[in-house]
């Protein structure tokens, strides 16, 4: 583990965490509202939904997962939000996972960049939560495309399991500083064909953010039978300890799903 970029600290989990949380995220629903209100003349509107199905090392079985984001974009400007469901697996909460991201696209010459700032909430167990927050900057050229950035993480202790073990109030949260996301793919063919492939190296997806060490390989293919929809699958590979001599296998999933952009 480094410690260059790692710092961990507890703190006290404040008694109406519960309270706070779904404030926080009825401010962010109303902000979204009116920013997709105020914008909704020149907006284009969009769905992307998809169903994940794999095991991994701590899954005990098949584990099913469900995900639904809806995406607003008006000029060179994008908002995006969504949520992720457990329909099978061995943790118990329903809704699994929540983001939310805000973009700006620059174009220059030949190439694409976006600078992007996400905030997501994963609850991993009915015991363990975890929030990220951070920033990537995305450059697309030609036929490939690099992402960088960093982010935020804080694992906390839900109620149930402060309750059930008696944890101390001074050990409830762990916190880790200005981790590494990345991500590297190389497309088949360029955007404007209606099918193409694409393979990435990367350490990061939608709901789920890993440490560096711990990257994953992911093949996709879509196909776009209209102007405004895409349908797509992707195989994803997980790995622990890429860097190291002995590369663990950890887990593999198959997502397949469809994008539909409204005008």
């Not at 926080?24 to 105020?38: E, M, V």
């Not at 949520?83 to 030949?110: C, D």
């Amino acid at each position: 583990m480094k410690t260059s970029s790692l710092r961990y600290e507890y703190r006290n989990e404040p008694k109406n965490t519960s309270a706070m949380n779904s404030i926080f995220i009825c401010r962010i629903i109303i902000i979204s509202l009116y920013l997709a209100g105020y914008s909704i003349l020149d907006a284009q509107p969009g769905l992307t939904a998809y169903t994940d199905l794999g095991e991994n090392n701590v899954s005990d079985g098949l584990f099913v997962k469900s995900a639904l984001l809806g995406h607003l974009r008006f000029g060179k400007n994008s908002f995006e939000t969504g949520f992720e469901t457990n329909l099978k697996s061995n943790n118990h909460p329903f809704l699994s996972g929540y983001m939310v991201s805000a973009s700006r696209y620059l174009l220059t010459k030949g190439s694409t960049f976006e600078i992007r700032g996400f905030g997501t909430w994963t609850r991993n167990s009915e015991f363990l939560r975890e929030t990220n927050w951070g920033a990537l900057v995305n450059m697309r050229h030609k036929r490939f495309n690099i992402a960088l950035g960093t982010n935020f993480r804080t694992y906390a202790f839900r109620k149930q399991a402060i309750a059930a073990y008696e944890i101390s109030k001074n050990a409830i949260s762990l916190h880790e500083t200005f981790n590494v996301m990345y991500s590297f793919t190389c497309y088949l063919k360029k955007d404007d064909n209606r099918w193409n492939t694409r393979l990435s190296l990367t350490n990061f997806d939608h709901f789920y953010i890993s440490q560096e060490t711990n990257a994953m390989l992911c093949l996709q293919g879509f196909y776009k039978p209209g102007s405004r929809v895409s349908l797509f699958a992707e195989a994803w590979y997980k790995s622990a300890g890429a860097p190291n001599l002995a590369i663990n296998y950890f887990g593999f999933f198959f997502r397949t799903g469809m994008t539909w952009n409204f005008n």
